[in-house]
């Protein structure tokens, strides 16, 4: 069960929306409904709210680190690229997040469309588990010097920025080279970033409750340039060689800084989690069946 209600008896739940999308803001309109009913206040981004049918009792705030501080639950309506949005205010505030699906696999998402009333129903009795996900702690050196730093809920890449030349790296594992190739680049994944991009460039696929680290070359022009498997503690590094053209880094594939030739990304476990709220008990292999509709006719299980 979720934390008990604070003191003073107010709840607030935050509720960021894709606002470009029909169905999230008719899903945005019908959660706000029921929540006010239920005397729970609704604070949005003032940004969003004139997109969205929205009572006069309904809190607009601008967008800052902080402003999910305060509030019990962030729910996040939207696909991947929103519920990742959600992510940065999540961690910034340890606020639980609850996502519902109205994008595509939606790994990150607890609930699809269907389920608004549920959704409503759990957020009101606070009949949900909370449970922490690792994040990645990203930062770039140019000539020793920190030059940049980033974080990141599913991966950070280092890649190519012209699609004509390959990029050349070396990766690196606890402070020993691993492997040099030229190719589109490498990622660095958490187990929640395994099923993300990390599992398009053919890395494996992590179960959330294993602490790891991945690093997944992209299209590498190597003999060895397969995906590794490293102790969440390990630190990764790409090194861009300095005879190849820029790269660029992305995190979550939101925020980007470009990567002179020389520069060195180094990623290790987040020192902030991002918590994660869950409607459910079903297990990731079920969710992975789900998500990836993969075929399992003829399965009979273990005899009874």
């Known amino acids: 069960m979720a934390d008990a209600p604070a003191a003073d008896g107010s709840r607030t739940v935050f509720l960021l929306a894709h606002t470009g999308r029909p169905a999230a803001i008719r899903s945005a309109e019908l959660v706000v409904q029921g929540l006010l009913r239920c005397g729970i206040g609704v604070r949005v981004l003032a940004e969003e709210a004139a997109d969205l049918p929205l009572p006069l009792s309904v809190e607009r705030v601008e967008s800052a680190p902080d402003v999910v501080d305060g509030c019990e639950l962030l729910v996040v309506l939207g696909g991947d690229g929103t519920l990742l949005r959600g992510a940065g205010f999540a961690r910034a ?95 660095c994944a958490t187990p929640t970033g395994s099923t993300a991009y990390a599992f398009s460039a053919g890395g494996p696929v992590v179960w959330p409750q294993v602490e790891a680290l991945l690093m997944v070359p992209i299209s590498a022009h190597a003999l060895f340039a397969k995906p590794l498997v490293t102790a969440p503690d390990s630190v990764l590094a790409v090194e861009v060689q300095p005879q190849t053209p820029n790269g660029v880094l992305w995190c979550d594939g939101r925020r980007t800084v470009e990567l002179a030739a020389g520069a060195r990304v180094e990623v290790r476990r987040g020192a902030v989690p991002v918590r994660l709220a869950r409607l459910h008990q079903a297990s990731f292999t079920d969710r992975l069946v789900a998500k990836f509709a993969l075929p399992v006719a003829g399965w009979r299980g273990a005899p009874q």
């Open 93 to 187: 505030s340890g606020v639980p997040m609850l996502g519902v699906n109205l994008g595509r696999v939606g790994f990150l998402a607890e609930a699809e469309r269907d389920d608004l009333d549920k959704v409503v129903a759990r957020v009101v009795t606070r009949d949900y588990e909370v449970e922490e996900r690792m994040t990645l702690d990203v930062l770039v050196r140019n000539n020793g010097r920190v030059v940049h730093r980033d974080w990141a809920l599913n991966e950070a890449s280092v890649e190519k920025a012209a699609r004509e030349r390959m990029l050349e790296v070396v990766t690196e594992v606890d402070g020993r080279p691993v492997s040099r190739f030229g190719g589109d680049g490498v990622v």
